[in-house]
């Protein structure tokens, strides 16, 4: 069984650590909650995770993950505050790029486009430059992002924001469904996400 | 990979995208300056070929900063850094798929635009055909500047200073090239095998240097 091993991580932002001493496993199936004020180190947390970003201190790794895979961001999707998607081209060729680009991880394969985009409710419109899409439409089209390509872990920074209430209750199965299927979230939120059983992690902030 | 190609080609073809801008300054460069020097033709043949490398050059910088920086913008620079994909591939992959869409229209320009600077077809001939095997040098030169350049907002006359010093051996060895086919005495393969070999060693060295430049400027 997958286990995401998360220990003693630190990070700093400017001159203070911005958090230190964090530590927690994920098993597949578990979800984390990330919760904390702004600027507590929420978003620092997951890119760091993502290997964005270089911890001060303490490692991230995977137990009984597929061989071949030095760091646990190479088996990660990471949706961040922007959508990584180019607005000149049409949502259709946004989406068949990251599918193309992105490739499945052992152990799974994304869906086709138009089921990726039915199941985020907004089939038939990915003929449209991404661009003409609306704030919300566009945060849902990130989301299809996640489906068309295989990553056992989602790590997610604020995945919804710009969302109506209709879209959280969307999201939550996303999510639901990926746990069910043995994957690995953790994201980062101010509203709850709507899924069943999550470990909760709460930042506070600059370490003085 | 092919797939980061075509996508790098079809955004620089629509709208906002920077293939025919590099043309464009290309053709603007070297149509005003028969205007300048006056109706001298053999002046304008003999400066012909430097007149064309020094247009080309600057209209290959032309574009370059938004090499990464538009990634960075929407988020995919994230995506592109997480992947298991060797990033030097990454940066190698996108720098082909730039110079396919602005350095090689510049080489197919070239011809047209001797015509102006009234070059015989020879000097026309080894013009192109340098800029067929220089241009893609000052594209993988301008990736390193690029990236270093990739988090400041107005960065792009910054990475042409960056990379210009960087550039001048690819002129140098491109303009006297072209001077070597032209007139007799002087051997044309020497400096044509050392405009080659600029390209090559930048090719292996611009995606090393780009990469760990990117690595760095996560943020």
New interface residues.
């Given amino acids: 069984m997958m286990r995401l091993l998360v220990e003693v991580l630190s990070a700093r932002r400017g001159e203070d650590l911005i958090f230190h001493d964090i530590s927690f496993a994920l098993s597949a199936g578990e979800a984390l909650v990330v919760t904390g004020p702004n600027g507590s180190g929420k978003s620092t947390l997951l890119?760091v995770l993502?290997?964005?970003?270089?911890a001060e201190s303490g490692r991230v790794s995977l137990e009984d993950g597929p061989s071949g895979?030095e760091h646990p961001?190479?088996l990660?999707h990471?949706l961040?505050?922007?959508?990584?998607?180019?607005?000149?081209?049409t949502v259709e060729?946004n989406l068949?790029?990251?599918r193309?680009?992105?490739g499945n991880s052992p152990g799974g394969s994304g869906i086709d486009l138009a089921a990726a985009a039915a199941a985020v409710g907004l089939a038939g419109i990915t003929h449209l430059p991404f661009g003409y899409l609306s704030a919300g439409q566009q945060r849902r089209m990130a989301m299809a992002k996640l489906l068309v390509a295989y990553r056992p872990i989602w790590i997610l920074d604020e995945p919804t924001a710009a969302l109506d209430a209709g879209a959280d209750r969307l999201f939550a199965g996303l999510v639901t469904s990926h746990l069910a299927r043995g994957g690995i979230v953790i994201a980062a939120t101010h509203q709850s996400l709507g899924i069943g059983q999550a470990k909760t992690l709460q930042m506070t902030g600059f370490a003085h | 990979m092919i797939a980061l190609f075509f996508r790098d080609l079809k955004l620089s073809v629509r709208a906002g995208g920077g293939a025919m801008i590099g043309v464009l300054f290309f053709m603007t460069v070297v149509s005003v300056i028969p205007f300048g020097v006056g109706p001298d033709l053999n002046l304008l043949a003999r400066i012909g070929p430097a007149i064309l490398w020094i247009g080309a050059l600057l209209a290959a910088l032309l574009g370059l900063d938004r090499l990464f920086q538009a990634e960075r913008e929407d988020g995919s620079l994230d995506l592109l850094l997480m992947q298991e994909t060797p990033l030097l591939l990454t940066v190698f992959v996108k720098c082909t798929a730039h110079w396919a869409a602005t350095g090689l229209p510049l080489v197919v320009a070239s011809p047209f635009l001797g015509l102006f600077m009234n070059m015989d077809e020879l000097a026309i001939g080894a013009t192109m055909l340098t800029l067929l095997a220089g241009t893609p040098a000052i594209t993988f030169i301008g990736a390193v500047g690029a990236a270093v350049a990739v988090a400041l907002p107005r960065g792009g006359l910054l990475v042409s200073i960056l990379v210009l010093p960087l550039a001048i051996p690819v002129l140098i060895f491109g303009v006297s090239a072209v001077y070597a086919a032209v007139e007799d005495p002087a051997p044309f393969l020497p400096p044509f095998m050392i405009l080659m070999a600029i390209t090559l060693f930048f090719a292996v060295i611009g995606p090393v240097a780009a990469a760990a430049a990117l690595r760095h400027s996560a943020d």
């Fill in positions: 890119r993502a290997g964005l970003l270089q895979f961001h190479e990660s990471y961040g505050h922007r959508n990584a998607m180019k607005r000149e081209l060729e068949s790029f990251w193309h680009f992105l």
